[in-house]
């Protein structure tokens, strides 16, 4: 069965420093998400990204964050210069087909820590 | 909207009975309707989802009701084994690129 994958799985890094997180959603979606979740906190929604370009983002999703669809497979979360409140974990999700736009599914997620 | 932080609300329940979770969504417009399951370290699975046009779905030993007069989410689960014990959450979609999730209940199977 298709599946989101994320890498990497941990990501430890220098406040300041930018970090970009990866994502192979799954190959016949065409939405595209990008969450957080603070430890033992509710999913957050960062943004959404449909027909290269974003669709919507959230008010967490500031300058410090973009995203890119750089090949047609891959899909980028980069955060420019990492504050310690990112550290989180980051779930990219990818969803609908040409025929349904909703259901979305999940990755694994990437474990951020900023020191 | 404000999170719970770390003390999330849970439901125990013995091994074979039946669990409800509860959801209260939080826009009236919203058309689309998820519950997923979440393991400790890992990512939300799907579990099922239900659209505004219904009020009940039921899919392999669940069962997802949706009452839009008070905006009111439930998933039923059957027979609840202990790789049910999870944390569960209702996800809304108010629009067509968002998804805004609940707070989340963690369910403990008893043996």
């Known amino acids: 069965e298709p599946e989101v994958t994320q890498t990497p799985s941990h990501q430890v890094t220098q406040m300041g420093q930018e970090v970009i997180l990866r994502c192979v959603p799954i190959?016949?979606?065409?939405?595209f998400y990008w969450y957080r979740q603070i430890l033992g906190q509710k999913v957050e929604f960062l943004v959404s990204f449909y027909n290269n370009e974003i669709s919507e983002k959230s008010e967490i999703f500031d300058d410090q964050f973009s995203v890119e669809r750089p090949d047609g497979s891959n899909f980028t979360l980069k955060i420019r210069s990492t504050k310690l409140e990112d550290s989180a974990m980051y779930f990219c999700a990818s969803g609908g087909t040409s025929s349904s736009s909703e259901t979305q599914y999940f990755g694994p997620g990437t474990r951020l820590l900023v020191l | 909207g404000e999170s719970v932080g770390l003390h999330l609300p849970t439901l125990s329940v013995q091994e074979g009975d039946n669990s409800i979770i509860n959801c209260a969504y939080s826009n009236s417009a919203s058309d689309y309707f998820i519950w997923y399951k979440q393991e400790s370290g890992k990512g939300p699975q799907f579990i099922i989802d239900i659209r505004s046009n219904m009020d009940k779905r039921q899919g392999q030993r669940v069962t997802v009701l949706l009452n839009k007069t008070v905006k009111h989410l439930s998933l039923q689960i059957a027979a609840t084994q202990p790789g049910d014990s999870a944390v569960y959450f209702c996800?809304?979609?108010?629009?067509?690129?968002?998804?805004?999730f609940g707070t989340g209940t963690r369910l403990k199977v008893l043996a």
């Open positions: 190959s016949n979606h065409l939405y």
């Open positions: 996800a809304e979609k108010p629009g067509t690129y968002k998804y805004i």
